[in-house]
């Protein structure tokens, strides 16, 4: 039986390709989503992944989702959290519902997503738990008080979840990614994205596959003794 892993936000963007690299290494892949049912219902035709629509900033939502994921496929073994939105703002323009938002689904939807698996993970003595934080997390950035204090909050996340689930066979680690061709950046006014590009010494953004090759070896059973570690994928643009 091939191990479970579920991925958030994993019908579109960066979380769309590490659905599909997960299923391609042979893991069965449930895609979370929370309201674009046309890009799901595409993404499992194209892909065969199936989704499942819930909200990971409600935690009674999160657990209706996943035991309908573990009643379907079998129990999570690997958890991929990556659903993130933007509210971006100036801080003196930033409204508290856009900070709220950003916190409820970046920061408090990690913790949604992870602890209900959790149990289970300690009980069957693995687990593999990926968050996808990002570089803005790590050197923060001009309009995202808010998405950079979620994304810092990740790798707090993963290096307390490291330390809890070492000795239970699970390891927690984050991803950093830098500027990808992504909806969200491309969602950038051009000039500000040029700017941005032009400080990458890739020269380039990268691509969302760059990023879901390094989940898919942070939940392989070769990455067991990386634990509360994080991977930055940004083109060199920022080193912590
Ligand atoms: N650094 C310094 N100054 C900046 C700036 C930056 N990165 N971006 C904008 N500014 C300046 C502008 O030049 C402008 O200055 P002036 O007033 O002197 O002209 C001022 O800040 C912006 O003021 P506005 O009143 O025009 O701002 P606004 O309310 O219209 O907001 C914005 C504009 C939302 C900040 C917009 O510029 C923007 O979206 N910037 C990009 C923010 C960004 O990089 N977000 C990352 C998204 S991608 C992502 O998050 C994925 C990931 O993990 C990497």
């Not at 949604?112 to 300690?122: K, S």
């Not at 950079?148 to 993963?158: E, H, P, Q, R």
């Not at 680690?173 to 061709?181: E, L, M, R, S, T």
Request: a neutral charge.
């Amino acid at each position: 039986m091939s191990r479970v892993a579920l991925v958030t936000g994993g019908s579109r963007g960066i979380g769309a390709a590490i659905s599909q690299a997960l299923k391609n290494k042979g893991y069965t892949v449930a895609a979370n989503y929370a309201g674009n049912d046309e890009a799901a219902a595409k993404f499992t035709s194209e892909t065969g992944i199936k989704t499942y629509k819930w909200n990971v900033g409600d935690y009674e939502a999160s657990k209706a989702g996943i035991a309908k994921v573990e009643a379907d496929l079998g129990p999570v073994e690997i958890i991929v959290a990556n659903a993130g939105i933007t509210r971006d703002a100036p801080f003196h323009k930033m409204t508290p519902e856009q900070w709220h938002q950003v916190i409820d689904t970046n920061l408090t939807g990690v913790f949604n997503t992870v602890h209900p698996v959790w149990p289970g993970m300690r009980d069957r003595k693995f687990g593999r738990v990926v968050v996808i934080s990002s570089i803005n997390g790590q050197k923060g950035q001009f309009a995202q008080v808010n998405y950079a204090a979620t994304k810092a909050g990740d790798l707090g996340i993963v290096k307390s979840l490291a330390q809890e689930g070492a000795r239970a066979g699970i390891t927690a680690n984050a991803v950093c990614p830098g500027y990808i061709a992504t909806e969200m950046v491309m969602a950038v006014p051009e000039k500000v994205r040029e700017s941005i590009i032009a400080g990458i010494p890739a020269g380039r953004l990268g691509e969302p596959e760059e990023i879901a090759r390094c989940v898919a070896f942070l939940v392989s059973d070769d990455a067991g003794f990386i634990n509360g570690s994080t991977i930055s994928a940004n083109g060199a643009q920022f080193f912590v």
